[in-house]
Every structure is written in structure tokens, then in C-alpha cells.
């Protein structure tokens, strides 16, 4: 449930760092994955000390309070009449104008990410992620910390959100909470 939230809080970091610091694309996709990687394990921390439907409950929770934040930080956000005026996705001099581009673009960012949790799957930390999802009483009793492994990739997952985060605030150029533009 956090997952939405964390691609529109990239989008907004995004949206910030572009239109009020002018900084190109390549220095906010690290920064914006820095940050969501932060942020998610202060939200880890928090809701994983619950379990089953509380777990979920909990990551609503989070996500209603980032919302809510969002809507009302005029000062930083602009509230439900967003940022407006991002500019158009630059690499190396060249705009990403057409829809054609920016799809080839996305798609190759997530070629990346498949090869990333393909690697990931395969190393000891997936078996153990594996060996998690199928019986946790089981792994903890083969030695496996499990609140570590769920801290990882809650924090993991939390940073490979940040980059459809970071494409759709470029995608779209313009941010807004609500549900309609003003």
C-alpha cells in the first residue's frame, strides 16, 4: 500500500529539485532513491513491528499522513494546485518530447530493475526472502534475522519505486493531489 505513496513522494522530490533548483535528471534519480531508501526504512521501522492485517493497516496509516502532508505543505508542495512547469526529461541534450522515447526510456529502466531482482532472487538474501514468504517460524529457526530481511527489501522495494516515481513527474509535467487539476 506504501508503494503509491512512494512514487508520488519521488515525483514531488522530482518536481522540487527541478523546477526550484534546476537540477538535471541524472543527479535527481540518485537523490530521489537516496531519499525514498531513507524514508522507507524509517516507514519499515514502523509498520513492520506488526504483523498480517495490522502490517497493512498500518502502511495505509503511514500513507494517508504522507498525503495528507503533501496536500497541506503549501509552502513546499503547493498544496492541490500542485508544481507546474516541470520541464521536459533531458539526458545529454536530448528532450524526451514524444511518447515513442520516453516508452523505450521506461522500458529500459525496467529491463534494469528485472536483472536487478533476477540477480537478487538468486543470492542467498532471495532464498532467504523465499524461505521467508513460505514459512517465517521456519526461517527464523534456521538462523535468519527475520526483522532484518524485511527491513531490506521493504527498504529495497522502497527505492525501486522511486524511479516510475522520478519518470511520471517528468511524464506528466505537472503534480497535483487532488484528484481532478484545479
Same mark, same amino acid.
Given at each position: 500500500?506504501?508503494?503509491?505513496?512512494?512514487?508520488?513522494?519521488?515525483?514531488?522530490?522530482? !518536481?522540487?529539485?527541478?523546477?526550484?533548483?534546476?537540477? +538535471?535528471?541524472? /543527479?535527481?534519480? +540518485?537523490? !530521489?532513491?537516496?531519499?525514498?531508501?531513507?524514508?522507507?526504512?524509517?516507514?519499515?521501522? =514502523?509498520?513492520?513491528?506488526?504483523?498480517?492485517?495490522?502490517?497493512?493497516?498500518?502502511?495505509?496509516?503511514?500513507?494517508?499522513?504522507? /498525503?495528507?502532508?503533501?496536500?497541506?505543505?503549501?509552502?513546499?508542495?503547493?498544496?492541490?494546485?500542485?508544481?507546474?512547469?516541470? +520541464?521536459?526529461?533531458?539526458?545529454?541534450?536530448?528532450?524526451?518530447? &514524444?511518447? /515513442? +522515447?520516453?516508452?523505450?526510456?521506461?522500458?529500459?529502466?525496467?529491463? =534494469?530493475?528485472?536483472?536487478?531482482?533476477?540477480?537478487?532472487?538468486?543470492?542467498?538474501?532471495?532464498?532467504?526472502?523465499?524461505?521467508?514468504?513460505? &514459512?517465517?517460524?521456519?526461517?527464523?529457526?534456521?538462523?535468519?534475522?527475520?526483522?532484518?530481511?524485511?527491513?531490506?527489501?521493504?527498504?529495497?522495494?522502497?527505492?525501486? !519505486? !522511486?524511479?516510475?516515481?522520478?519518470?511520471?513527474?517528468?511524464?506528466?509535467?505537472?503534480?497535483?493531489?487532488?484528484?481532478?487539476?484545479?
Amino acid at each position: 500500500l506504501v508503494g503509491s505513496e512512494m512514487c508520488i513522494r519521488d515525483s514531488y522530490t522530482t !518536481a522540487i529539485l527541478t523546477t526550484q533548483f534546476q537540477l +538535471p535528471f541524472l /543527479f535527481i534519480l +540518485p537523490i !530521489a532513491i537516496l531519499i525514498n531508501g531513507l524514508l522507507s526504512i524509517i516507514v519499515a521501522s =514502523i509498520s513492520l513491528r506488526t504483523i498480517d492485517d495490522y502490517f497493512i493497516i498500518c502502511t495505509l496509516g503511514i500513507q494517508v499522513i504522507a /498525503f495528507s502532508l503533501m496536500n497541506n505543505w503549501m509552502e513546499v508542495t503547493n498544496g492541490p494546485l500542485g508544481i507546474a512547469n516541470i +520541464p521536459m526529461l533531458n539526458i545529454g541534450g536530448y528532450i524526451f518530447e &514524444d511518447k /515513442f +522515447p520516453f516508452l523505450l526510456l521506461t522500458l529500459s529502466f525496467t529491463f =534494469i530493475i528485472h536483472i536487478l531482482i533476477s540477480y537478487i532472487v538468486n543470492t542467498s538474501f532471495g532464498y532467504t526472502l523465499r524461505s521467508l514468504s513460505e &514459512d517465517e517460524l521456519y526461517t527464523a529457526s534456521i538462523g535468519k534475522n527475520i526483522y532484518l530481511s524485511k527491513l531490506t527489501v521493504f527498504t529495497l522495494s522502497g527505492m525501486i !519505486a !522511486a524511479i516510475p516515481g522520478v519518470l511520471y513527474a517528468y511524464y506528466i509535467c505537472l503534480l497535483y493531489t487532488s484528484p481532478s487539476p484545479r
